[in-house]
């Protein structure tokens, strides 16, 4: 009796606790992000960016040690990410990056980079490709950066 008890207490509190904040699975993320970079770069009669996924490795790998603390929130270790770039797509000659931090949604992300005049010009640069990569620190901050190469 004393175990049926106490999952009854138990179990609704689990419920509770899971349904008390919406959670988005990372690639739900990555989506959106993508669908609302290529509406935005549509507006301007520019090419939707191709995803690829050995991009998308470069890019969570930065955004999971900013999130970690491993480093500090921004560019840090951009030529190292440029020179991964430009081994593993061939014939790429140009390659830019944004991050970004605690936004909740693609939608509000790309709008934060779209409102920072550097941000925005990298969205809308003669890139073809896009590898989008996000991670959630242990306070439930997000961390987003993108790559673009070209």
């Known amino acids: 009796m004393k175990k049926h008890l106490s999952l009854v207490f138990i179990l609704p509190a689990l419920f509770l606790s899971l349904t ?6 990372e690639h739900g993320l990555v989506d959106d992000v993508l669908s609302y970079t290529n509406k935005f770069r549509k507006s301007y009669g520019l090419k939707s960016l191709v ?3 050995d991009l998308n490795a470069i890019a969570r790998k ?9 480093i500090g929130f921004g560019h840090s ?12 797509v061939s014939g790429v000659y140009q390659v830019a990056e944004n991050v970004a931090y ?5 939608k509000e992300v ?5 409102d920072s005049p550097g941000h925005r010009r990298n969205m809308l640069g003669k890139y ?3 590898g989008i990569g996000i991670a959630t620190d242990r306070r ?5 950066t993108q790559v673009f190469a070209g």
């Open 77 to 88: 270790g951009f030529d190292r990410r440029y020179r991964q770039v430009c081994k593993q």
């Open 62 to 70: 930065h955004s999971e040690n900013m999130a970690r603390g491993r």
């Open 51 to 53: 995803m690829r996924e």
């Open 140 to 144: 439930g901050h997000i961390y987003y």
């Open 128 to 130: 073809k490709y896009i």
């Open 20 to 25: 008390s904040f919406s959670f988005v699975p």
């Open 110 to 114: 790309v709008k934060q980079w779209k």
């Open 102 to 106: 605690g936004a909740r949604s693609g």
